[in-house]
């Protein structure tokens, strides 16, 4: 029999090891450390880098690639039944390896590195000596990346980069910009582009500011202006015009990835919202009795268990396929449906903890601003919502009528016609 929902006892006594962990280890470092990406902050390293080593220890350690790629070919199931866990706490994927963006940059420079870009970058990245920047999107551009236009033109033995992006989250800790960039300006759209790597200390990389989503935070999302950048012809990444397929290649990891965090982060909102409702009262009875606060807690239950469902789906098809166009459709469907499920849930936990949860003493108003950074991030939600449907329609056909195939008056034809030995010609109905 095919369907199983249990997780296999080994793994769900690495799964109860993993949320203890977290509980007494990993989440109190979000109360107290600044950017889990500060890989040059000594106090972050003092705190993070011996529980790295525990999880190391455990082989828990990088779980998000295949074994053939260097990882331990956990596969995406097992890794978004542990990504669930680790979303609850903003350094849980730092402390396990598999934090985005450095998952998806890893993924394409195993893909498509050559031995010696695996050797200088992949390594340190997988261990976290060091951290990474995916740098795409462009101030007037970010969904459409036909309109980008920073370039690479070809100067001595490399490429000189000119212009700018916008929102390269963590450039100011990054050792390295994977930079998405016209090298060629005629070919067909979609061949117009390739990948660089590109270390963040090369001359000409000037973040102009970084930009910042939370209020009063210390921005991390970097406006960049690359000006006469030189770049060795060994720094491409992929093939000449391959920036697209490396880019997909990056982004549906990355996107799955995140509605598995997201799970964690919308669970951790549920179960405040739950406590709440038990423990408040007003007017003579507790939340949990008012049937409008009931709704709220049934509405929530379900979507998120619609939404794991799904993001459990789409990992297992993943691990079948082994490729991620083949599951175009199921992981543009989650990342649509993401947003919406923390969106809610996040929402209707502040609301039930009134002016506490407007405020900046609980993590609601963070977790709605982040449910939008899920619904742009990778793609907004209308893009996939494109995918999804044009996918869903290759399945379909036109009707050759002016009526539609199912349309009553043909079927009750062609029914009659088959049943004609039993139906007399006058019969009205049966
Ligand atoms: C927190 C955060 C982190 C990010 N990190 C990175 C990063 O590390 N590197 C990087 O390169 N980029 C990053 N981005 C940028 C992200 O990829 C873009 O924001 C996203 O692709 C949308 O591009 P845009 O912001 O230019 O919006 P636009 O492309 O201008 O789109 C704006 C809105 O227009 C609508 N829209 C767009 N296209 C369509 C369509 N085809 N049909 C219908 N409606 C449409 C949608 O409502 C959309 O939200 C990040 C963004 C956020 C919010």
Partial sequence: MA?????????????????????????????????????????????????????????????????????????????ALMNEILGRSRFGP??????????????????????????????????????????????????????FTTKAEPSGDGWVINGE????????????????????????????????????????????????????????????????????????????????VVAQTRLGGGRIHHAMRTIGQVRKAFDMMCERALSRETQGGRLAD????????????IEIEQFRLLVLRTAWLIDKHKDYMKVRKDIAAIKAAMPKVFHDVASRALHLHGSLGVSSEMPFVRQVIESFHMGLADGPTEVHKITVARQVLRDYQASNDVFPTRHNPKLEEQAREKFSDILAPSDDEI
Wanted: charged residues 25%; contains cysteine; negative net charge.
């Fill in 94 to 147: 730092t402390v396990f390896g598999c934090q985005a963006p450095d998952t998806g940059n890893g993924e394409i420079l195993a893909h498509y590195g050559t031995e010696a870009q695996k050797e200088t970058y992949l390594k340190p990245l997988l261990a976290n000596e060091i951290v990474s920047c995916f740098s795409m999107t462009e101030p007037q551009g970010g969904a459409d990346p036909k309109v």
């Fill in 3 to 79: 369907w199983d929902f249990e997780t296999d006892a080994d793994y769900q006594t690495e799964l109860d090891w993993i949320t203890e962990f977290m509980r007494t280890e990993v989440e109190p470092l979000d109360h107290v450390l600044g950017s889990q990406y500060d890989v040059k902050n000594p106090k972050r390293n003092e705190l993070v880098r011996p529980l790295q080593a525990i999880v190391r220890e455990r082989k828990l350690w990088g779980c998000h690639l295949g074994a053939d790629l260097g990882g331990l070919g956990y596969g995406q199931v097992k890794l």
């Fill in 165 to 244: 992006k916008w929102f390269s989250s963590n450039a100011r800790y990054a050792a390295f910009l994977i930079v998405m960039v016209v090298t060629d300006p005629d070919a067909e759209p979609y061949r117009r582009l390739s990948m660089f790597i590109v270390p963040t200390d090369t001359p000409g990389i000037e973040i102009v500011r970084n930009v910042g989503i939370h209020p009063g935070e210390e921005g991390s999302h970097g406006y960049i202006h690359y000006k006469n950048v030189h770049v060795p012809a060994e720094n491409m990444l992929g093939g000449r015009g391959d920036a697209f």
């Fill in 290 to 301: 008012k049937q409008m606060v009931q709704e709220k807690i049934a509405d929530s239950w």
